[in-house]
């Protein structure tokens, strides 16, 4: 038997960058297609140049704007909840409230040209999104003298922070990151404050291995149970850190706890498909009654659900294939998931082939 720490150790070096992107909310731009990026520059510029009565439209409209800043005349103010510009220096300084100002209406302008260049509504929206991440880019708060708090943070430090900056640097660029981190991964220790509930690996397969927490009552429920956790997500978000855990939770309420921890697939794993994966929940799960001695729960109480599967897609029916075969013996089988609804930034970059995978 092998503990879990094992799989803890194993897993460390991808934790902090996972648990960052969760956190960060990182710029989706390294989730995008370049070539589907590239696509969208491409029309952009076509439209342009076809199209330049739209683009003299919207120059005159900015330099219009501009003049109306340089005479105090703008109105122009960042989102209350835009915590680039917090620094007082936005709004009572006149050179960096013109410099923001300008900022604002040049990414507004940038939308408007995006909105007048006559696509079609779908490829409006890549433009818009493609146009906003250039603009975000190219934020003044971006760049060391055109950053009020940064320059004062790095007075007051003495040029500390520029040196924690440059280390920062090189550490994303060792590491190949596509953009700047935001997180301090060394302030996630595996094991010390990240996924510490205690427990062993007592089964390994070739997609997955299955851990058994620790019980932490003198008596537990007579009924396991057995967590799933989505193929594209680490079972650890569920056990992030004492007093933020779900499965600390559950074994301190008296409960035997079991969860699934998949293997991240490679190139080589590229036949895994749905029914690959229920298979593998079918091993879990009789491994479990092996385990637990529970063979037969009680039937007074199925849990069965429904929804449109073109929301839940692959979730709902590997669930609905695993209950359909086990019906006689899940007693219960609760989902978590999210109604993307309007797919947003990410629905609006994605190809049709991406969409049929």
Request: hydrophobic share 40%; proline share 5%.
């Amino acid at each position: 038997m092998k503990s879990v720490e094992d799989i803890r150790n194993r897993q460390g070096n991808e934790i902090p960058d996972q648990i960052a992107d969760s956190v960060a909310g990182q710029n989706i731009l390294v989730d995008l297609r370049i070539s589907e990026l590239l696509d969208t520059v491409a029309k952009l510029c076509d439209r342009a140049f076809r199209n330049p009565a739209a683009m003299a439209e919207e120059g005159a409209q900015l330099a219009q704007t501009l003049q109306q800043i340089a005479n105090g005349n703008s109105t122009w103010t960042p989102q209350r909840n835009d915590k680039r510009f917090n620094d007082p220096a936005w709004t009572e300084n006149t050179f960096y409230k013109g410099m923001l100002q300008g900022y604002m209406a040049w990414s507004q302008s940038l939308q408007n040209f995006a909105e007048k260049a006559g696509f079609e509504a779908k490829e409006t929206g890549r433009a818009k999104f493609l146009l906003s991440q250039i603009s975000e880019a190219l934020a003044p708060t971006n760049f060391l003298f055109s950053n009020p708090s940064a320059i004062k943070a790095a007075i007051d430090s003495g040029g500390k922070t520029l040196l924690d900056g440059y280390q920062n640097f090189l550490e994303d660029a060792v590491a190949g990151r596509p953009i700047p981190s935001q997180v301090d991964f060394r302030s996630f220790k595996v094991g010390e404050n990240l996924a510490v509930t205690p427990g062993d690996v007592v089964m390994q397969h070739e997609m997955f291995e299955l851990i058994q927490y620790a019980p932490q009552t003198e008596q537990v429920w007579h009924r396991p149970i057995l967590f799933v956790p989505s193929i594209i997500n680490k079972y650890y978000a569920f056990d992030l850190a004492p007093g933020r855990s779900l499965f600390e939770f559950l074994v301190k309420s008296g409960f035997t706890l079991f969860s699934m921890v998949f293997r991240n697939p490679r190139p080589e794993h590229d036949d895994w498909g749905m029914e690959a994966y229920v298979e593998a929940i079918d091993v879990a799960f009789r491994a479990v009654q092996e385990i637990s001695g529970v063979e037969e729960p009680s039937h007074d109480r199925r849990l069965r659900s429904c929804a449109d599967r073109r929301q839940f897609g692959g979730i709902l029916r590997c669930a609905g294939r695993v209950q359909y075969r086990f019906d006689d013996a899940v007693r219960g089988a609760p989902g978590h998931v999210r109604h993307n609804g309007d797919a947003g930034p990410w629905g609006l970059c994605r190809s049709e082939a991406q969409r049929r995978r």
